[in-house]
């Protein structure tokens, strides 16, 4: 370590420039991994568990409170609410940003996004990095840099506390592993069966069966064969073509067993585990094989309990920990209460129940739903 890194280590600065002595740390080192986050979303029950998740935290208001006294204060003047309402910059919006931010943690792992500040060390917006773009070096400090490459070219460092890293459960503490990989197997045999179906359909939904020859047929009859049978009968757009055969050729069908033709009740299983992995319900990814009146109603709200609210706690926490200065009077909450639009009778008998117990007055039930406090009228 030099003499100016010796000195300015212990006030917490760190060099930018590439240290060989640093470790390297990596999202899957070690890890099995089943698919590319591209490759899993050819899963439609991946693809609709990540987007429910994501779609639905990046519709909940983000509100930006000041403690002062005791109590909070909606913080209309911090820069992060004007992100809320005008978007992280100027060519995402906000529920686009955080739709990308969780769908990237739901696939990789971990999801990041550069806090873009002013001179003045204002905040003035983020911008979403993809995680693919993204190496990632433990400094001696123990703090992480992030050293981003977009594939034209361009190359930057970003330092712990220059960006927001939302991360499933790590490992190391450090970076987050994706579900995808920690149930390697159980993805795998998804995609086995996805793929038996897409092969079981290109061939026209049907079983193979065998071509008998009265005589041994030579290489380039074999061949000359094979190629004609497969052109011409082969694959879906061929299915339902009479099969002709000449030469003393005869063609016997192979028999599909039962347990081969449950073929569509192992997808079905395959969409509850990928479901498990997520904690989504299955009616909310239109799975309503096991579906009744009094579970379907009480899956979104299961859905904002057991699977939201930890994502929206994560957000928060990391929020507080890169955007808002250290012990500051600031902090963001996700409103979960926002799900509760799409169900007026439940909404409205629980401003009757508040209403009813003194916890709001009429105005502030009006506050709620977003209409202006009821005018006096003059006396």
């Known amino acids: 370590m030099s003499l100016l890194d010796r000195i300015l280590a212990p006030l917490g600065y760190e060099r930018r420039s590439i240290d060989p002595s640093w470790s390297a740390v990596g ?35 983000a509100l930006i409170y000041r403690r002062q006294g005791g109590q909070r204060i909606e913080a209309e003047n911090h820069p992060l609410t004007q992100l809320t309402r005008s978007g992280w910059n100027e060519g995402m919006t906000w529920p686009e ?10 696939l990789t792992g971990n999801g990041l996004a550069e806090i873009m500040r002013g001179p003045n060390g204002a ?9 693919q773009w993204v190496t990632v070096s433990e400094l001696r400090s123990g703090r992480l840099a992030y050293d981003v490459s977009d594939g034209k070219g361009r190359s930057w460092r970003l330092l712990q506390g220059e960006v927001i890293h939302l991360r499933d459960r790590t490992d190391d503490g450090l970076i987050g592993r994706s579900r995808l990989s920690r149930a390697s197997r159980t993805v795998e045999s998804v995609s086995a069966a996805a793929e038996f179906a897409s092969q079981f359909l290109q061939n026209g939904a049907q079983p193979s069966g065998v071509i008998k020859s009265p005589t041994p047929l030579s290489p380039d009859q074999f061949a000359m064969l094979r ?36 073929l569509l009740e192992t997808r079905k299983f395959g969409v509850e585990e990928i479901c498990r992995l997520f904690q989504v319900p ?29 994502w929206a706690r994560k957000i928060e926490a990391e929020f507080a920990r890169s955007v808002f200065p250290t012990g500051g009077p600031f902090e963001m909450e996700m409103d979960l209460s926002g799900f509760l639009r799409g169900d007026p009778a439940t909404r409205w008998n629980a401003h009757a129940i508040a209403l009813a117990n ?21 006396v």
Request: hydrophobic share 45%; proline share 7%.
């Open 282 to 310: 299955p009616p909310l990814v239109q799975d309503y094989s096991h579906n009744t009146f009094t579970n379907s109603e009480t899956a979104g709200r299961w859905f904002a309990m057991f699977c939201l609210t930890p």
């Open 123 to 131: 905040l003035t917006g983020l911008r979403f990095i993809p995680w």
């Open 227 to 262: 190629e004609q049978f497969n052109s011409r009968y082969s694959g879906a757009k061929n299915a339902g073509k009479t099969l002709v055969l000449d030469a003393g050729l005869e063609w016997a069908a192979a028999q599909i067993s039962p347990e081969d033709a449950e």
């Open 97 to 106: 940003g955080m739709e990308h931010l969780v769908a990237s943690t739901l």
């Open 27 to 61: 999202a899957n080192v070690g890890f099995p991994v089943a698919l590319s986050a591209r490759a899993a979303e050819n899963l439609s029950a991946v693809l609709a568990c990540s987007s429910a998740i994501a779609s639905a935290l990046s519709s909940i208001p």
């Open 358 to 378: 003194g916890v709001l007055d009429p105005d502030e039930v009006r506050q709620v739903e977003g209409w202006n406090p009821r005018a006096v009228p003059n």
